[in-house]
């Protein structure tokens, strides 16, 4: 059996009209899958699946598709300051004042994890 090719634009649009079609909510991703593989528009297999996952990205960032949601996943995002001064002054009881001079950072000993003798 011959495989047919995809056509991505006419998924994507298909896939536009399935969420649109259940504003104002929103739906997952999986269950776009679900509905375009049910309905024979896709193949459901889970490389066509991570396959739409990249179309549908890439036209959410192109602005052409709306936002999708994920129950399932987090974003975390690792803390990050301006510089050094902006983290002492978070540090309990610190303050750009009180950090050692020449440091922004306790120093510790790579081989004891103690804390460096002071210099």
């Known amino acids: ?3 047919e090719r995809v056509r991505w634009p006419f998924v994507v649009d298909r896939a536009r009209e399935i969420v649109n079609g259940y504003a104002p909510m929103k739906v997952t991703l999986r269950q ?3 509905r375009l593989a049910s309905e024979g528009t896709l193949p459901h297999t889970a490389p066509m699946y991570r396959r739409l996952s990249a179309q ?3 036209a959410r960032r192109e602005g052409r598709f709306p936002d999708l949601i994920d129950t399932v996943r987090e974003v975390h995002v ?3 300051w301006t510089g050094a ?3 002492v002054a978070e540090m309990p009881g610190g303050s750009a004042s009180t950090a050692p001079r020449g440091r922004s950072t306790p120093c510790t000993s790579r081989r004891r994890r103690t804390p460096c003798a002071s210099s």
């Open 1 to 3: 059996m011959a495989r």
């Open 32 to 34: 776009v899958m679900y």
């Open 56 to 58: 549908l990205a890439k």
């Open 78 to 80: 690792p803390p990050a």
């Open 85 to 87: 001064e902006a983290f």
